[in-house]
């Protein structure tokens, strides 16, 4: 079975820190992978997405992930965070079937 | 485009009663989503549709919860009867058919059973 693993439950960074949370998944098959954001009191959004090609996606907001297929990972990058990224952050992947596997999120607070 | 439309965003209502969550999927979209979101649980997805069919409700918690889909534009979650623990904010989100697309998220609807 399919499943997300986001080891990182809440993270707390001062602006213009580096973030990198992480992401891995069990599945064998062709995957795609995608980061979604929460931001409070909001509805998931799309970040960015890995269907094939490039394994380096970049994102809206300066947001990066990279899909390393031999360590399962699909990691969110971001090198300088600002306070309006205060989110939660979900990493899914999709295998053979329309049926997106959630992690159970990375709460990220950034002060000022 | 006007997004994936839910109502109500806020629903207060007593255990036992029956509860029904409504979707609007965006236009042209083949596939349309449920999930529940809770703190214990995080997000679950309870049941998904592909042009208006049932493909796989592995995810509805028990037979207390109903989902339909009439037709391409609009679909129902049912609870009847409601408990407490059934307090959660409800997605909706929907997306064409292929593989290259990800899945649009609707405002949700919060959920409160006292």
């Known amino acids: 079975a399919q499943s997300v693993s986001q080891h990182n439950h809440h993270v707390i960074l001062s602006e213009a820190a580096s973030l990198e949370l992480g992401c891995n998944y069990s599945?064998?098959?062709?995957?795609?992978l995608f980061w979604y954001v929460q931001y409070p009191g909001q509805h998931l959004q799309l970040l960015l997405k890995y269907f094939s090609g490039d394994p380096l996606v970049k994102g809206i907001k300066g947001f990066e992930a990279e899909f390393i297929k031999s360590k399962f990972s699909f990691n969110l990058r971001k090198p300088s965070v600002q306070w309006s990224d205060t989110a939660e952050y979900f990493c899914?992947?999709?295998?053979?079937?329309?049926?997106?596997?959630f992690g159970t999120g990375t709460r990220l607070q950034v002060f000022p | 485009d006007a997004g994936v439309i839910q109502s109500p965003r806020h629903e207060v209502t007593e255990m036992g009663q029956e509860v029904t969550l409504r979707c609007k999927p965006i236009s042209g979209h083949n596939s349309l989503f449920w999930y529940r979101q809770t703190m214990m649980r995080g997000l679950e997805l309870l049941i998904y549709f592909n042009n208006n069919v049932p493909i796989d409700d592995s995810g509805m918690p028990e037979d207390r919860f109903s989902a339909k889909m009439p037709n391409a534009s609009f679909s129902t979650l049912k609870i009847q009867p409601s408990e407490p623990r059934d307090s959660a904010v409800y997605f909706c989100a929907s997306r064409p058919t292929g593989d290259r697309y990800e899945q649009y998220f609707g405002p949700g609807t919060r959920l409160t059973v006292t």
């Open positions: 599945y064998g098959g062709t995957v795609n």
């Open positions: 899914a992947v999709k295998g053979n079937t329309d049926k997106l596997i």
